[in-house]
């Protein structure tokens, strides 16, 4: 369906709020969910099966199509995407099967790469954090696999934590008063002094998923360490950022 037939499936949702309408709109916008959870998926791995991914997203749009206001003239794409994602981590939440084992799995890899890049002055490689652990690289492979999941569910705390204030926030964004314009250019000068508080690895995660728009994939291949790594970093970074900015968090949302 090109733009102009989902923006009339719209305006007859808005104005006469049938079933039909509704119904149209969550089946156009269904491949949607499949994105969304396709990109966890891979991230995730083995730990989630998709097709759960998938039917836990589906409630996350559902979500998003009651409570979208068309007539803000905001894509509904970027506003649905939101509220499936964190959908699926709701989910994922409420399963609660990350094993205390896992956890102290993840405490022990931290603890060891601290250990080694404090000694070191640089990034340990995943070799001598094994080392480190006593264990071999291929079950190292595995822990790092298994906590995915757990780095993951730590960052969304910080990026999707009161999701709903934070979108209806952006949602107003063109409506912005000139003291709003002058707020936000003064947290975009606070994002960079709190930039000073992170280590230099850090700050590469930051400013490469933040500023350059590259993927955690894609800064693992420049920064030469495993992914698991990275998302490691990002969440660190972003407790530290979490200090600094306080209710301002969400400007890394919007900037």
Not at 86 to 115: H, S
Request: net charge negative.
């Amino acid at each position: 369906m090109n733009a102009e037939c989902r923006a009339k499936l719209w305006e007859d949702y808005t104005k006469y709020k049938t079933t039909e309408s509704r119904e149209k709109i969550i089946i156009e916008y269904a491949s949607l969910v499949k994105i969304v959870a396709g990109r966890l998926s891979m991230y995730l791995g083995y730990n989630v099966e998709y097709d759960d991914l998938v039917g836990y997203g589906i409630f996350g749009l559902i979500d998003a199509v009651d409570k979208f206001d068309y007539s803000k003239g905001v894509k509904f794409e970027t506003y649905a995407s939101f509220r499936i994602r964190g959908a699926i981590l709701d989910e994922i939440r409420k399963m609660d099967w990350i094993p205390r084992t896992l956890r102290q799995k993840q405490r022990k890899i931290d603890a060891a790469y601290q250990k080694i890049e404090s000694e070191q002055g640089r990034m340990a490689t995943d070799e001598e954090v094994a080392c480190e652990l006593e264990i071999s690289l291929e079950e190292f492979d595995v822990w790092q696999s298994q906590t995915k999941v757990s780095n993951l569910l730590s960052l969304d705390e910080y990026m999707e934590q009161g999701s709903e204030v934070k979108m209806e926030s952006s949602l107003s964004a063109q409506y912005e008063t000139p003291e709003r314009i002058i707020e936000k250019q003064e947290l975009k000068e606070i994002l960079i002094k709190t930039l000073d508080s992170l280590t230099e690895k850090e700050k590469k995660v930051i400013i490469l998923y933040y500023y350059e728009d590259l993927t955690l994939k894609e800064i693992s291949s420049i920064l030469e360490v495993s992914e698991s790594r990275i998302s490691q970093l990002h969440t660190k970074a972003l407790q530290k950022m979490k200090l600094k900015l306080g209710s301002n968090m969400d400007i890394l949302i919007r900037t």
